[in-house]
């Protein structure tokens, strides 16, 4: 079943670990069938047998449906540890939903559900997770583990992140990485979801993202916006006020007037962004609000692989 179908099932928050363990259903079922059916779930769990070593955990009915010898992995035997970052400032509740719209349609649900995926995905191959959530604040900060009991918590954190109303915060996205790649020691993946608004000059904020680094911490980020509007500027031409949702500033402009200049300085941002993530060696991944989460989960998947 295609992960957008099962979007339209299941779309309250209130059920939002149902709805993440069944878009991870959905992806490992597709695996199955592609290139990267190396990467299943189901073989995350194992791992291939090497001649010499003892025979006492092959999986045998594995065996009889693959033809090859795979031993089982055990809790111990996995030690990625993965700490999942998310701003919540108000630029990142854009766009405003309306009450038919679910909740993923806007930034903060899409990052939302998106780490609530990874989260099932992390589960399912015994890995420790663990989560910070920053605005104008420091607003949650929980260390990586991998209890069931831990999980449940994160989860009930990031429900609770959807029930808040939103609020004007300013982002201080460069204090927070700061204090966060401060509380990280054990090497771990680093996945941040930010829409990269930041006031002001650009390199204190890269040299936060390069801070992730420290340790060898293997960092993701997760770029997010909302395509139509943030990046193509699709509006009609009818005379519009924008207000800037964290100063609360106002503008009264045409659209056509100025879509040419604001889709290029836009385009000139992003590709500075993906210059100064590949010479940090942090993986850039631009992700659009509506977008199915196949590429967060492959990506998760294929850098893990890397991380040795």
Same mark, same amino acid.
């Given at each position: &079943? =295609?992960?957008?179908?099962?979007?339209?099932?299941?779309? %309250?928050?209130?059920?939002?670990?149902?709805?993440?363990? +069944?878009?991870?259903?959905?992806?490992? %079922?597709?695996?199955?069938? %592609?290139?990267?059916?190396?990467?299943?779930?189901?073989?995350? !769990?194992?791992?291939?047998?090497?001649?010499?070593?003892?025979?006492?955990?092959?999986?045998?009915?594995?065996?009889?449906?693959?033809?090859?010898?795979?031993?089982? =992995?055990? $809790?111990?035997?996995? *030690? /990625?540890?993965?700490? /999942?970052?998310?701003?919540?400032?108000?630029?990142?509740?854009?766009?405003?939903?309306?009450?038919?719209?679910?909740?993923?349609?806007?930034?903060?649900?899409?990052?939302?559900?998106?780490?609530?995926?990874?989260?099932?995905?992390?589960?399912?191959?015994?890995?420790?997770?663990?989560?910070?959530?920053?605005?104008?604040?420091?607003?949650?900060?929980?260390? $990586?583990?991998?209890?069931? =009991?831990? +999980? =449940? &918590?994160?989860?009930? +954190?990031?429900?609770?992140?959807?029930?808040?109303?939103?609020?004007?915060?300013?982002?201080?996205?460069?204090?927070?990485?700061?204090?966060?790649?401060?509380?990280?020691?054990?090497?771990? &993946?680093?996945?941040?979801?930010?829409?990269?608004?930041?006031?002001?000059?650009?390199?204190?904020?890269? *040299?936060?993202?390069?801070?992730?680094?420290?340790?060898?911490?293997?960092?993701?980020?997760?770029?997010?916006?909302?395509?139509?509007?943030? /990046?193509?500027?699709?509006?009609?031409?009818?005379?519009?006020?924008?207000?800037?949702? !964290?100063?609360?500033?106002?503008?009264?402009?045409?659209?056509? %007037?100025?879509?040419?200049?604001?889709?290029?300085?836009?385009?000139?941002?992003?590709?500075?962004?993906?210059?100064?993530?590949?010479?940090?060696?942090?993986?850039?991944?631009?992700?659009?609000?509506?977008?199915?989460?196949?590429?967060?989960?492959?990506?998760? /998947?294929?850098?893990?692989?890397?991380?040795?």
């Amino acid at each position: &079943m =295609r992960i957008e179908s099962q979007l339209e099932k299941i779309s %309250s928050f209130a059920h939002l670990e149902l709805l993440a363990n +069944q878009v991870v259903e959905g992806f490992i %079922s597709g695996m199955h069938k %592609s290139p990267f059916h190396g990467f299943s779930a189901e073989f995350a !769990e194992h791992k291939v047998y090497n001649s010499g070593e003892s025979t006492k955990h092959i999986d045998w009915k594995l065996f009889a449906k693959t033809d090859r010898l795979y031993t089982k =992995r055990y $809790e111990e035997e996995t *030690n /990625l540890r993965c700490h /999942l970052i998310i701003d919540n400032s108000s630029s990142m509740h854009y766009p405003k939903l309306n009450d038919d719209q679910p909740f993923y349609h806007n930034k903060i649900g899409f990052s939302v559900l998106a780490a609530a995926v990874l989260m099932s995905l992390l589960k399912k191959q015994r890995d420790a997770v663990g989560l910070s959530i920053y605005s104008d604040k420091y607003e949650y900060y929980a260390p $990586e583990k991998g209890s069931d =009991r831990h +999980q =449940r &918590m994160l989860i009930s +954190q990031l429900e609770n992140l959807l029930k808040r109303p939103s609020e004007p915060k300013q982002t201080d996205t460069v204090t927070f990485l700061h204090q966060i790649a401060e509380k990280i020691h054990r090497r771990s &993946m680093i996945v941040l979801f930010t829409d990269m608004f930041q006031a002001g000059d650009d390199a204190p904020l890269f *040299n936060a993202l390069q801070h992730l680094k420290h340790n060898k911490h293997k960092v993701v980020l997760f770029h997010v916006v909302d395509h139509q509007t943030e /990046l193509n500027f699709d509006f009609d031409n009818a005379p519009r006020k924008f207000i800037d949702v !964290e100063t609360g500033e106002e503008i009264n402009i045409f659209s056509d %007037s100025i879509k040419e200049a604001y889709t290029e300085r836009v385009n000139d941002y992003f590709k500075k962004v993906a210059m100064t993530c590949a010479q940090n060696r942090i993986k850039y991944v631009p992700v659009a609000v509506g977008d199915n989460f196949e590429k967060i989960m492959t990506t998760y /998947l294929i850098e893990k692989q890397t991380f040795g």
